[in-house]
């Protein structure tokens, strides 16, 4: 199990960009599916994104595709999330979270299993 620490959250503009961190302490992280998911006020936490062990594939909600990138770098025990064109509605709670399953239909994520490790979360607003 690894301990994860998220960085990079605040409070942007509408269509303004930010790079959210999320370092982990522990082994295993090179083995580990990394993801990202977020918590809007008076609604349920929802899969953002996510990128397998080796980095070779990653898997988005519909609703980010084309502006957010997920990354990693396993060297320094560290995966990224690269938000553009930021809006409104992408304000929330953002948490790392390591080691699921995915279950893929149609290269769509149709559903997540249970993250082994969460992060703290870390605050992201959009203002209009």
């Known amino acids: 199990q690894v301990q994860l620490v998220e960085s990079g959250g605040g409070l942007v503009q509408a269509g303004g960009s930010l790079r959210l961190s999320c370092t982990a302490s522990g082994r295993g992280f090179d083995r580990y599916t990394m993801g990202w998911f977020r918590q809007a006020p008076g609604k349920e936490r929802e899969f953002v994104a996510a990128?397998?062990?080796?980095?070779?594939?990653?898997y988005y909600v519909n609703s980010v595709k084309g502006r957010f990138t997920i990354s990693r770098d396993n060297a320094k025990n560290t995966v990224y999330l690269l938000m553009n064109s930021l809006k409104p509605e992408d304000t929330a709670l953002y948490y790392c979270a390591a080691d699921f399953s995915l279950t893929i239909s149609q290269a769509i994520v149709i559903r997540t299993g249970n993250p082994r490790s969460w992060g703290q979360g870390i605050q992201v607003t959009v203002s209009s």
């Open positions: 990128i397998v062990s080796s980095g070779e594939s990653t």
